[in-house]
């Protein structure tokens, strides 16, 4: 797998097509300096359903796809894209519109990664995201992510404990 040329990929079609991005999931977590394995760029988009055919024309071998990853999105629904050349699979997750989703996506940060200038969710907004995943799924990897994320000295507790309490999100005693 090939992060690097997957990651130019993607931030390019975003921006060829103008569709604002966040990076999200364990590939933003590694960025913050975390770096485990995973096998995919997980990806929050602000696309409308019916657009999806902005990101599937630079993905030929998935054009058969479209119309289902149309109903997923407008379902609210994941979907992903393996791309060929770099055998990264890409999970697109449509943004969904919320007062805590819109404060997440504003605080998102442009950084350096892999030498691609990206947009990379805040670290109180992976904890947040990570601990709704970890209510779902209980798994061990968003656990320890949550942990590891949480040692970070410049968190902005205040953020984490206000949002945290208005979505019922349970912090498991972690804070």
Request: aromatic fraction near 16%; charge should be negative.
């Amino acid at each position: 797998m090939d992060f690097e040329t997957a990651l130019k990929k993607i931030v390019g079609i975003c921006e060829a097509e103008q569709i604002s991005y966040m990076i999200v999931g364990g590939f933003a977590t590694s960025y913050h300096n975390r770096f485990r394995f995973t096998a995919d760029i997980d990806l929050v988009i602000q696309i409308y359903p019916h657009d999806i055919e902005k990101i599937m024309k630079y993905f030929p071998e998935w054009s058969s796809m479209t119309e289902g990853f149309k109903d997923l999105a407008s379902r609210g629904i994941v979907f992903d894209v393996i791309d060929m050349e770099s055998g990264v699979k890409f999970d697109f997750m449509i943004y969904q519109d919320s007062d805590y989703n819109w404060t997440a996506f504003e605080r998102r940060r442009k950084v350096e990664y892999f030498g691609v200038e990206c947009y990379i969710s805040s670290k109180e907004d992976l904890i947040i995201s990570k601990l709704k995943w970890y209510s779902i799924s209980e798994s061990t990897k968003q656990l320890e992510d949550i942990k590891f994320l949480l040692k970070e000295e410049d968190l902005n507790w205040q953020y984490l404990e206000g949002w945290t309490n208005r979505l019922l999100i349970n912090r498991y005693d972690l804070f």
